[in-house]
């Protein structure tokens, strides 16, 4: 049985909220696992890779229904499909300009935080009626992420979109997507231990069959005194796998489970629970126990997009209806771009977590500050150089 971690004397909840990761090195060598003894050596680790992106790739596609595009690396700044991660505008994107034509006709740039913007634009422009999505191999660059274990400024994603109904917008419909890229997660999981049978007789326990659903204010009425993240912490020693709803909608203590950006994902609309009580939003993160580092592992965010109605109040809830001047958000509101459902899926994240790692630069090429490297390499910890 997993022991129930306590949370940092210094953790509260509003500091809880203020952005991915540890906090210092410090606390990271304290939690980072010892006795560590890597399951694949990095040559079969690489040929685990690609199996197991090919399954998951090829799965999302038959699962949901999804054709894979090509993405931007980087968009104008003009556009604002840029996704700026959270609600405060504290994790910006690397911005610059693209001189061109001797300053005649510059571009300013800015290098893509993730793709969920950009997706609902491609829907219109790949002409995908409901029922049909796409799927991206999206690479990102964030910049303000504290490096650490399973954070790094490098991102990788299946960033995937899909054009629905209005008739779909709703918790059935979220939970079943949900279901399906479960059952896709799991399937590479079986490719991967076919390929390596070590990682099916380790000492780890296989996934779980199937994800519990929780909303997020259903968390907090059984952890009231502890801040997300140990609360994450505590329901996965129950669930080990979850699907957390309701992500963004301020809860009965003041606080969102987690900042989510008012323009994307729908955190506002009204829901019923299973008990019948009144909750709020359709959108949500796949958790995990990672049973390596012993610490919850987050999969994938994902959520039903905003309409006209649910965009406007997100911006004025959260004060940023400026945000209504880009065509990004006018084809939102004149109802141009269509109704969707979409979310990323953490590649290396993912990888991580079937492949029995400890560290997110075992499966991905990335900078790491030295000082984490040698913090790693102490615990039989090599991550990947460059």
Aim: aromatic share 8%.
């Amino acid at each position: 049985m997993t022991t129930l971690l306590s949370p940092p004397p210094s953790l509260d909840k509003k500091a809880d909220l203020a952005g991915p990761g540890i906090g210092n090195y410090e606390e990271l060598e304290k939690i980072l696992p010892t006795g560590y003894d890597p399951l694949l050596t990095p040559k079969e680790t690489q040929r685990a890779i690609t199996a197991v992106k090919r399954a998951i790739e090829d799965g999302l596609c038959r699962e949901l229904d999804l054709m894979r595009v090509e993405v931007p690396l980087i968009v104008d700044a003009e556009s604002g499909v840029n996704d700026y991660l959270d609600r405060d505008g504290s994790r910006g994107p690397i911005c610059f300009r693209i001189v061109n034509d001797h300053g005649k006709n510059p571009v300013d740039a800015q290098v893509v935080q993730a793709a969920t913007k950009w997706k609902r634009v491609a829907l219109k422009m790949f002409d995908l009626a409901p029922g049909e999505g796409l799927v991206t191999d999206m690479r990102a660059v964030r910049k303000d992420y504290f490096l650490d274990h399973d954070h790094s400024a490098y991102v990788d994603q299946w960033d995937w979109e899909k054009t629905i109904t209005r008739a779909d917008r709703n918790l059935a419909y979220l939970t079943d997507t949900v279901e399906r890229i479960w059952k896709v997660i799991r399937e590479a999981d079986q490719v991967a231990r076919d390929l390596f049978p070590v990682l099916g007789k380790s000492r780890f326990p296989a996934l779980p069959e199937k994800l519990e659903f929780l909303h997020a204010e259903e968390i907090l009425e059984r952890y009231p005194d502890l801040p997300r993240k140990q609360r994450e912490t505590a329901i996965l020693q129950e669930y080990p796998a979850i699907f957390i709803y309701g992500i963004g909608w301020t809860l009965a203590d003041g606080y969102p489970h987690e900042m989510r950006a008012a323009d994307y994902d729908d955190w506002v609309t009204e829901t019923v629970s299973k008990d019948g009580r009144p909750m709020h939003g359709l959108n949500g993160d796949i958790l995990v126990w990672n049973p390596v580092t012993r610490r919850r592992h987050e999969l994938s965010s994902m959520g039903i997009r905003v309409d006209a109605d649910t965009l406007v109040r997100q911006l004025q809830l959260t004060g940023q209806t400026d945000f209504l001047k880009f065509p990004y958000h006018q084809g939102i509101v004149d109802g141009t771009l269509p109704l969707s459902i979409g979310g990323g899926i953490g590649q290396s994240r993912t990888l991580m977590y079937l492949l029995r790692k400890a560290h997110l630069g075992e499966v991905s090429v990335t900078v790491w500050p030295r000082v984490l490297k040698q913090m790693c390499a102490a615990r039989n910890i090599h991550v990947l150089d460059c």
